[in-house]
């Protein structure tokens, strides 16, 4: 794993239609609108934040999260309008002796159902594998989250399994978590 990749500058990645960018209190209104939404954290380990100091000082915790080499959060832009604000996309928990990394994403409300996890993710993908040479890419999932299981298989993930009462999670207490992942080789034959 080319760790440097991640963290030695912050990474922007782009597609046609996408740009994944660091998130800056310019976008504050945006992140606002996500956090500050119930629905979009129903089935997130993450509560949601209904007051915009709070979101603002949250900001400032992606950047402290990257500085400590712990956790990368992105911007989803859609490029038809460059400086709004659609979703996040984060990896974490580089664990750089098996060569793993955690992702995970929530959109806008508004943008649910357009195939913009589903890009964001292929995205994040492509770079993960072939520039930071990550070998395995895994996500946990609530097995009501029907959305997000579809996003994963879309990209080539498998269901490994599910973790019954396994993990506590903010606002949710102890749930049960299925797994899905992908392999580089998975990937490459994809």
Same mark, same amino acid.
Request: glycine letters at 6%; charged letters at 25%; hydrophobic letters at 40%.
């Given at each position: 794993?080319?760790?440097?990749?991640?963290?030695?500058?912050?990474?922007?990645?782009?597609?046609?239609?996408?740009?994944?960018?660091?998130?800056?209190?310019?976008?504050?209104?945006?992140?606002?609108? $996500? +956090?500050?939404?119930?629905?979009?954290?129903? +089935?997130?380990?993450? $509560?949601?934040?209904?007051?915009?100091?709070?979101?603002?000082?949250?900001?400032?915790?992606?950047?402290?999260?990257?500085?400590?080499?712990?956790?990368? %959060?992105?911007?989803?832009?859609?490029?038809?309008?460059?400086?709004?604000?659609?979703? $996040? *996309?984060?990896?974490?928990?580089?664990?750089? %002796?098996?060569?793993?990394?955690? $992702?995970? +994403?929530?959109?806008?409300?508004?943008?649910?159902?357009?195939? *913009?996890?589903?890009?964001?993710?292929?995205?994040?993908?492509?770079?993960?594998?072939?520039?930071?040479?990550?070998?395995?890419?895994?996500?946990?999932?609530?097995?009501?989250?029907?959305?997000? %299981?579809?996003?994963?298989?879309?990209? =080539?993930?498998? %269901?490994? =399994?599910?973790?019954?009462?396994?993990?506590?999670?903010?606002?949710?207490?102890?749930?049960?978590?299925?797994?899905?992942?992908?392999?580089?080789?998975?990937?490459?034959?994809?």
């Amino acid at each position: 794993m080319d760790i440097e990749a991640v963290f030695g500058q912050f990474p922007t990645i782009k597609s046609d239609e996408f740009i994944l960018k660091k998130i800056d209190v310019s976008h504050l209104d945006e992140v606002y609108e $996500i +956090y500050n939404n119930d629905r979009v954290f129903e +089935y997130c380990g993450i $509560i949601p934040k209904h007051n915009k100091n709070t979101v603002k000082s949250m900001i400032g915790h992606f950047e402290r999260d990257y500085n400590k080499r712990t956790r990368v %959060k992105w911007g989803i832009f859609s490029n038809q309008k460059p400086e709004r604000l659609v979703g $996040i *996309i984060e990896a974490s928990d580089f664990n750089q %002796k098996v060569n793993m990394v955690t $992702i995970g +994403y929530f959109l806008a409300e508004c943008n649910w159902g357009q195939g *913009i996890a589903t890009n964001a993710v292929a995205m994040l993908l492509r770079y993960l594998f072939e520039e930071v040479q990550v070998n395995r890419i895994h996500a946990e999932v609530m097995p009501p989250n029907e959305a997000s %299981k579809e996003v994963l298989l879309k990209n =080539g993930f498998t %269901k490994e =399994g599910m973790l019954r009462q396994a993990s506590l999670w903010s606002g949710k207490g102890i749930v049960d978590l299925e797994i899905y992942s992908i392999l580089k080789q998975e990937y490459e034959e994809k």
